[in-house]
């Protein structure tokens, strides 16, 4: 009980998390800013930027739902640091599992947007409605692809666990390079997903100040900001579980591949953010229905295929 | 309870977030402001950012004398601010009103409408110099209020100590004299 306890608030569960998160924030920031010939931020700036706006005053506007207002920061933490509880990272198993467990992280994923986009409508400013209906929009673009790219991997494993999939893959390694146009898809969708450019216009900063978070202050917006870092690692993980499960049986050993798999997407996440412009909101759709859902589909249709190869 | 204090006042030197407005500058001020946050000059080494929205600015940096306006707006922007903030004022017109003070249609400083802290003369203001201010402020957030205020009394000493006035005014009759002349050789040649 208490080892659980450990496991889920401490490592490699909540406290883990959210420090790998502000690590992989500093990480983009750097990368971001080397691109562009500049020095960067020193390591401790996203620790800085969290605790300074701990200190902050909370400003609620008067005509938003204060009760909402207040709540959905710490709900969608909650939803992000329960989702990754079913992800493995420190040894082969992940801290809790069960047969469908990838699907439940799915829709925790989904209570983050969603959160987001109610924080945007309860907030009755005008930047944040727009940017919330934006955020609404955009989910309903990548969400399939993004899906439809997460499930075609457990066609193949028969299991609908994210622990029983890396074993699965442990097993058959060569079964992964079948699922190579799945994490081409999962990548660009997974972008969308985290809201970062090229996908970034629910909080296009030069349109619509910060979209969401324009009435957010102080303890509330540290959460929030935290809530978004912790997405950050949540994605690299899920991906790098699912489409990239080098394992070895060294628990240690297995820690140091996960750190070095999440690091190595998120070079690709800054990449994508820092040499691409920003999409218009008719452009992500267009883009996540005709190009991305469509290798999704046939991606899917493939794994059903070679399934029923191997049941032969 | 200190140490969460000290922790605060830490990261709150360390992470200034700044939000610019014009309330009626020429726009030289506004060149350099935007030049200063530019990659050459990469303030995100000491932890600033420019952001849209004032609910998450921790410092307004405010350029222009303050028209009639937008003295309203500029006055709504701090209140949309939440505590600790600060304000500098950037150029020679937001100081004192500059070359615009007295029209119809100008109040003056940007103190004459918000509290400021920090003054950044100069027409237009260099971006160094802006950096330098944000600094300044910055090594003053934690400091007891007894201190900051023996910190501006004895700066106000040593400036009272150098006759910086007499010494401008010297100058400004020099330059007098001197531009009689150069008319002068103008009109002969």
Redesign the interface.
Known sequence: MVLKLVKILIFPGFSFLAIYGMFLEYLD?KIY?RI???????W??P??????L??????IPADSNKKMFKILPIVSLAAVASAFVYIPVFGNTSSAFFEGDLIIVLYLMTITTICMFLAGWYSRGV?ATIGSVRTLTQMFAYEVPLFMALLAPALIAKTWSITGMTAFYEEHPRYILINIPALFVALISGQGKLERAPFDSPEA?TEI??GV??????RL?AFFKLSVDCELVLVASLISAIFLPIMTDIAVLDFVIYLLKTIGILIIFSLMRSIMARFRIDQVVKICWRYLTPIATVQIIINLLIRGLLTL | MKLLEKAINWATRKSPWIIHYNSGSCNGCDIETIDALTPRFDLERIGIIQQGSPRHADILICTGAVTIQTRDRLKQIYDQMPEPKYVIAVGTCACSGGIFDGCYCVMGGVDSVIPVDVYVPGCAVRPEAIISAVQKLLDTIGESKKKRDSNAKSLADSMNNNNLTRGMKNNTENNAENNGQDGGDLCAS
Do not use: H, T, W
């Open positions: 920031r800013a562009q010939n500049r020095m960067g931020p020193p401790y700036q620790l800085a930027d969290f605790l300074k701990l200190g902050k005053e909370i400003i930047y900063e100040v910060s978070f324009v009435e957010y202050s102080g917006l």
